[in-house]
């Protein structure tokens, strides 16, 4: 029985619980199953390496942070074929995020609404899950670690939050990204403003460089943007990653905009909307930044792939790599297989 077939036979069960409860079901299933061994059905994606910031990718296509938070079912996630997996975002201190529920499912259009807020148990927590994996023990493949600040920590602060993430998760990481695009932090995205930008990216460089020199290993960093950003705001944040050498740029994190699902159940739901309503907006995004950036940094396309057509739309758009999340939750992991099929050998 196919993979297409099983994930078709356990989505109406799945889908009868709440969201979150779904997710919190599903992955520690996972993390069994490939324990057991009982993975070995999923089909791989055949093999497309793809070098970006300077590293291998087996294939271009990663699971994007935010499904699993705490880095605790990596092993499980691995045996689904992804070329990379991203796991976070973890802040300094654990904290429980926003109150339940903060989950919503928009069925008739391929969306989830979310306002987790960060809900995680810590960067130490973190650390310890990475380093008994067997991903990372046996360097099975990358690993992008993704860090974020405390809820209660001031957005004048907010670069010490990500410097202690920075210092604690480096030497465990293939490559770390930079999470300022959350919408469920409260004033998080305005450092994506001009000048907390510039500041923020300038430290983050000094320490990546002393850390390189401390591990003797040079680990990449890249920034996560919002899709709610205007051709000027695109073309200063280029401008700071250029200035900055930062080594590659997400785009992009959920939506604040409810457009795409006016008058659907939960569609007043505070928080980020991911899934096929952010699609467009995000290749627009990924188009745009291509413009600016050229072939000077790196682009890794998400937002709203559903199908293998819509990673290739991503990497037609500019995008070295991609990445999915929602689009997992509606059509199962044959998702991933189906879009390093589509973009095999598109550049």
Do not use: W
């Not at 799945?14 to 992955?27: C, K, Q, V």
């Not at 605790?72 to 300094?92: H, K, M, N, R, S």
């Not at 259009?109 to 960060?118: E, P, Q, S, V, Y």
């Amino acid at each position: 029985m196919s993979e297409k077939l099983l994930y078709a036979l356990a989505r109406p069960m799945l889908f009868a619980m709440d969201a979150e409860s779904a997710h919190n079901l599903t992955l520690p299933a996972l993390r069994r199953a490939a324990s057991l061994g009982l993975t070995g059905a999923i089909r791989k994606p055949d093999p497309d390496p793809r070098t970006v910031m300077g590293i291998t990718f087996p294939n271009p296509v990663g699971l994007a942070a935010g499904l699993d938070k705490d880095g605790a079912y990596i092993d499980g996630l691995a045996a689904l074929g992804f070329g990379f997996i991203e796991v976070g975002t973890v802040t300094p201190r654990a904290q429980p995020g926003n109150p339940k529920p903060r989950m919503f499912r928009i069925p008739a259009k391929h969306a989830i609404i979310n306002r987790m807020g960060f809900n995680n148990g810590g960067v130490d927590a973190f650390v310890a899950n990475v380093q008994a994996s067997r991903f990372y023990q046996n360097k099975e493949g990358v690993l992008g670690l993704n860090i974020g600040k405390n809820a209660d920590t001031p957005i004048e602060r907010a670069a010490d939050d990500y410097l202690t993430c920075l210092e604690k998760v480096y030497p465990y990481a293939s490559y770390v990204t930079v999470n300022i695009s959350s919408p469920n932090t409260k004033n998080l995205r305005q450092l994506q403003d001009a000048s907390e930008l510039d500041s923020l990216l300038a430290r983050l460089k000094e320490a990546q460089s002393r850390l390189a020199d401390q591990h003797r290993k040079y680990v990449p960093l890249t920034l996560k943007i919002a899709p709610d950003i205007d051709a000027d705001q695109i073309a200063n944040i280029a401008a700071a990653l250029l200035r900055h050498k930062i080594d590659g740029v997400i785009a992009t994190n959920t939506t604040t905009s409810r457009r795409e699902v006016e008058n659907q159940r939960h569609s007043e739901e505070a928080g980020g909307l991911s899934g096929a309503p952010v699609f467009q907006q995000s290749t627009i995004v990924v188009r745009a930044l291509k413009r600016e950036l050229g072939d000077a940094i790196p682009i890794i396309g998400v937002g709203g792939i559903m199908r293998g057509a819509d990673a290739r739309a991503k990497i037609e758009a500019g995008a070295s790599l991609v990445q999915l999340y929602s689009g997992l939750i509606y059509a199962g992991p044959a998702l991933v297989r189906d879009c390093a099929k589509a973009i095999k050998g598109v550049s």
